[in-house]
């Protein structure tokens, strides 16, 4: 009888892990950040407003060419700027917004860090980073969307903006929303959600429901930097970004 020959067990090839979803780099990427909390922005000091009866500036411009032209208008204006004295001195450049001028939706940020006052671009660094993964997750691209900030320079040392820097930045960031005039917007974090609604609420107060700006349905969610700090609030901003996405026709 012929002996049978006892193969080798073979090596069993490690199963191959499988990529990160868009989804799953966003809600995995639990980076804690300790850093000494930031003083809370001075509360009381926005004028409440309804700013939702208040229509869109200038005319509807169609064309690419036409929202470039006139993005490059309020870029010139704000690039020379020098109202807000401490932050023109200390800048290194202002950050006027990135991205595409017909985008369906916006996000709105507080201000440059410091790596944005380097690049000249919003939302490059840490929470830049964080908020690119949120977008992808959205089965987004950061081109598809438009990204700016309340402020257009960098407080010294990442303080939160004056009620007086915000008042003087403030018509950039209407002129550039009335040009872009997107579907939704979404606001990121306190500063940029209680200057767009023109409100002292909260931004636990403000999150998860569409608010109103100009005409314009405006959710509101927690800032990325908020996110590195406590990644629990991730869940949060998801629920946030199913209820954005579901009405721009995207189920996520
Ligand atoms: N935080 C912001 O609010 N905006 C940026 O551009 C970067 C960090």
């Known amino acids: 009888m012929p002996k049978i020959r006892r193969q080798p067990p073979r090596a069993t090839q490690p199963a191959a892990t499988p990529a990160p979803t868009a989804v799953q780099a966003f809600q995995g990427s639990e980076v804690t950040i300790s850093r000494t ?9 926005l004028p409440v407003a309804d700013v939702g009866s208040q229509p869109l500036e200038g005319p509807v411009l169609k064309t690419r060419g036409e929202r470039v032209a006139a993005l490059e208008v309020i870029q010139a204006e704000v690039k020379p700027c020098i109202q807000c004295k401490e932050l023109a001195t200390t800048r290194t450049q202002t950050v006027f917004g990135v991205g595409n001028p017909l985008a369906q939706l916006c996000f709105v940020g507080e201000a ?31 081109e598809d969307v438009f990204i700016l900030n309340v402020l257009k320079c960098r407080p010294p040392g990442n303080r939160p903006p004056l009620p007086d820097e ?23 974090g306190t500063t940029a959600a209680q200057t767009l609604l023109q409100t002292d609420r909260t931004i636990g107060q403000l999150r998860g429901k569409f608010h109103d700006y100009r005409g314009i349905p405006v959710m509101c969610t927690y800032h990325p930097a908020y996110l590195l700090r406590n990644p629990g609030a991730k869940r949060d901003v998801w629920e946030d970004m199913k209820k954005l996405m579901a009405k721009l026709g995207v189920n996520l």
């Open 37 to 45: 909390p930031r003083p809370a922005p001075p509360v009381g000091t």
């Open 112 to 142: 440059p860090g410091a790596d944005e006052d380097e690049r000249g671009e919003p939302f490059v660094g840490r929470a830049g980073q964080l908020l690119t993964k949120i977008i992808e997750a959205c089965q987004l691209k950061r």
């Open 166 to 188: 915000v008042a003087n930045c403030r018509p950039f960031l209407d002129r550039q929303l009335a040009v872009i005039r997107p579907q939704y917007i979404c606001c990121l």
